[in-house]
């Protein structure tokens, strides 16, 4: 496999191998202070791997929401969702997916910034579980995407006033 992957770069990226379930936590907000995280979704494979023909093809998969995770394992999968989504000054909205051990210890998976938003996607999904209808999403993100536009028109302004002044 190394081998394989060398073949098309100079650079492999090997991780551990984990036997672990795929959660999913939505988050939605401005900045950390503002983040708040949905309830967990839990994705079931229909075969051995989440691969394209299991999501896009097959349609074999669960999607157990919300995910059957106890109470404090989901307050600390949100917290850490929230804290990835900080890490990366995240804004708007994202999915932030873990692999959850049988310990219920997790790894981060990825942070998904942009991701699905159909009827049947986990991230509207969530926040309908989490008390946050469809139509209060949207509008949140509207709402989210208007603060974020002023607060770079206010940086934009700023930077031009001392740019300004530092030429003069």
């Not at 379930?21 to 995280?37: F, Q």
């Not at 995240?90 to 998976?109: E, T």
């Amino acid at each position: 496999a190394v081998a394989f992957a060398l073949s098309f770069d100079d650079v492999a990226l090997i991780e551990q191998g984990v036997t672990a379930r795929e959660v999913e936590i939505a988050v939605l907000g401005m900045d950390a202070a503002t983040m708040k995280a949905s309830v967990p979704g839990e994705i079931v494979p229909g075969a051995d791997f989440y691969d394209y023909a299991d999501k896009y093809l097959k349609n074999d998969a669960q999607l157990l929401a919300p995910a059957p995770v106890d109470a404090a394992t989901t307050q600390k999968l949100q917290e850490a969702a929230i804290a990835a989504m900080g890490a990366i000054s995240g804004h708007g909205l994202a999915r932030v997916d873990f692999f959850l051990l049988p310990d219920n210890s997790f790894y981060l998976n990825e942070i998904n910034t942009l991701p699905g938003f159909t009827n049947v996607s986990m991230y509207p999904q969530l926040w309908g579980l989490s008390g946050v209808p469809l139509p209060q999403l949207c509008d949140t993100l509207v709402q989210l995407a208007v603060e974020r536009s002023r607060r770079k028109a206010r940086i934009d302004q700023s930077l031009r006033e001392f740019v300004a002044a530092a030429a003069s």
